[in-house]
T-cell receptor, first 110, second 111 residues
Framework: RKEVEQDPGPFNVPEGATVAFNCTYS??????FFWYRQDCRKEPKLLMS???SGNEDGRFTAQLNRASQYISLLIRDSKLSDSATYLC???????????FGAGTRLAVHP | NAGVTQTPKFQVLKTGQSMTLLCAQD?????MYWYRQDPGMGLRLIHY???????AKGEVPDGYNVSRLKKQNFLLGLESAAPSQTSVYFC??????????FGPGTRLLVL
């Protein structure tokens, strides 16, 4: 079983749609959680950290459920520029290493 | 401020050849990492370093060696390339507990 699992997609949505991605992790001792964004043939870049109480950054909302070991990312009012692969990332407690999911691909069309 | 840079950007090798990938960062970060990314799989950690002169194995270290002789540089070596090492290689750097910043990647094809 992979340590971090994501639905690979692709999610094909029209502009303006709301889309949600889910991620599950297997290590209950995981301490920190992130969403990274990766554009085609580019490097991953941090989109946002995920906090226990949930957090929002503009059109993006991240949620964490430690009991279910589940992380989500909600994108409202999708833009063409949101088309990318979204990587769910977990840092185990006591380590500075990151564990990456394989990513969920989003394609926003006009 | 260049951030994290990687050379080369592309490389084609024949099985058995050797090569070194160079990663450089100008953010004075203590930690540096080498990952590989393959289709359908997340980034997997090959080796990492928590400071100048130190290295440690990650998840998939076999067939690779690394060196961190200077704080700003982290080298990844393939002594005898194999087709299974065809991949995209990313270097990253960070300070302890902080965001990892990635380089643009090196695309390697081993024939």
């Amino acid at each position: 079983r992979k340590e971090v699992e994501q639905d690979p997609g692709p999610f094909n949505v029209p502009e303006g749609a709301t889309v949600a991605f889910n991620c599950t992790y297997s290590n209950s001792a995981s301490q920190s959680f992130f969403w990274y964004r990766q554009d085609c043939r580019k490097e991953p870049k941090l989109l946002m950290s995920v906090y226990s109480s949930g957090n929002e950054d503009g059109r993006f909302t991240a949620q964490l459920n430690r009991a279910s070991q589940y992380i989500s990312l909600l994108i409202r009012d999708s833009k063409l520029s949101d088309s990318a692969t979204y990587l769910c990332v977990v840092r185990p407690r006591g380590y500075n290493k990151l564990i990456f999911g394989a990513g969920t691909r989003l394609a926003v069309h006009p | 401020n260049a951030g994290v840079t990687q050379t080369p950007k592309f490389q084609v090798l024949k099985t058995g050849q050797s090569m070194t990938l160079l990663c450089a960062q100008d953010m004075n970060h203590e930690y540096m990492y080498w990952y590989r990314q393959d289709p359908g799989m997340g980034l997997r950690l090959i080796h990492y370093s928590v400071g100048e002169g130190t290295t440690a194995k990650g998840e998939v270290p076999d067939g690779y060696n690394v060196s961190r002789l200077k704080k700003q540089n982290f080298l990844l070596g393939l002594e005898s390339a194999a087709p299974s090492q065809t991949s995209v290689y990313f270097c990253a750097s960070s300070n302890r507990g902080e965001t990892q910043y990635f380089g643009p990647g090196t695309r390697l094809l081993v024939l």
